[in-house]
């Protein structure tokens, strides 16, 4: 797909700038929401697949291809401390970005939360080349692969979707993606626009990066603060067990093309076996309640929806053992509630 150079981009505007390389996905371009838009409900498929428990095991797919693009592995590298303690950042991560969806008409204010995280996340990186974390391919580029988690999670532990169901979660994602405010012009027009954007990014742009293997290499993750009870050696072994059944996981979800980007190899036996994993969890939380599957963010969001809770009542923040070091919490780029 080819890109609109026609908005004036602040990181290569002026002269001092103008023989700095720039990473894959710029231009940076101005853009939003005119007026407040209107938030996806329960009748949406993506309120129906999004924000399930079982999206955890899809945990490391959507991390790396988020770190592939050239910007955001680099913004990853130089400015986050996910790799200090992965599991408390990740279980924290989802309150806000299911907001985006399950907050009703305090999502776009949630989604705008999320969007500001990222100002002034900015650099250069080992290839001499710059970034912006707020560039808009780049932003677009991290919710595509959450609109892409929805597909596969759909396809594989959910029992699959009609061409139709597809069309609809597309569109679907993008009343999501206006919730951040962000320039809408990277946002393909059509389901078919955005599998040929989909197919260029992971042939094309794509890298295998640092922050990218990093995330697929579970070896050296923290305890998360509630596991240390858990001996050092039980939790090691625990850590072998984790790296290979994860990156299974991650491996049998990854397009071929990623797959040669990142040297694996994948058989026909592998394919069948993940696919008998997805149909034994698609079984599962068939047989489990309704209300155990769900992430606390959407089963409050479905509460105040049918008059469980008032329709004002508080969201439901991340508890407290999954805050960021306390030294983080007054950022201003992490989510860090008084809880």
Sequence with gaps: MTQDTSEADPLTSGSAADSVPVAAGCPVTSGGYDSVPQPLGPDSLTWKYFGQWTGLFQGPWAGSMQNMHPQLGAAVKDHSIFFMERMPRLLRS???????????????????????????????????????????DVFYWAHATFFKSTLLAAERFHG???????????????????????????VPKTWEDFQEYWDHMCTNVLENNWATREVLDLST????????????????????????????????????PIRELMGFTWSPRQEWLHRRVGNMLHLATRLLPDRVTMHPRKR???????????????LVETPARNLPPVEYRDNPHYYSPKV
Excluded: C
């Excluded at 309150?95 to 907050?103: A, C, N, Q, R």
């Design 221 to 256: 993750m923290p305890k998360h603060p509630s596991l240390e009870w858990v001996p050092d050696w039980l939790w090691k072994q625990n850590l072998k067990v984790m790296q290979r059944f994860l990156l299974f996981m991650t491996v049998g979800l990854y397009d071929p």
């Design 94 to 136: 989802i309150y806000p970005i299911g907001g985006v969806v399950f907050d009703g008409d305090r999502a776009p204010k949630t989604g705008a939360q999320v969007r500001d995280y990222h100002i002034g996340l900015t650099g250069v990186d080992d290839q001499g080349r710059r970034y912006s974390a707020l560039n808009p």
């Design 300 to 314: 409050s969001a479905m509460d105040r929806a049918f008059g469980r809770l008032p329709a004002d009542a508080p």
């Design 160 to 186: 699959g979707l009609t061409e139709d169901q597809r069309r609809q979660l597309f569109d679907e994602h993008v009343t999501w993606y206006r919730m951040y405010g962000m320039s809408m012009r990277p």
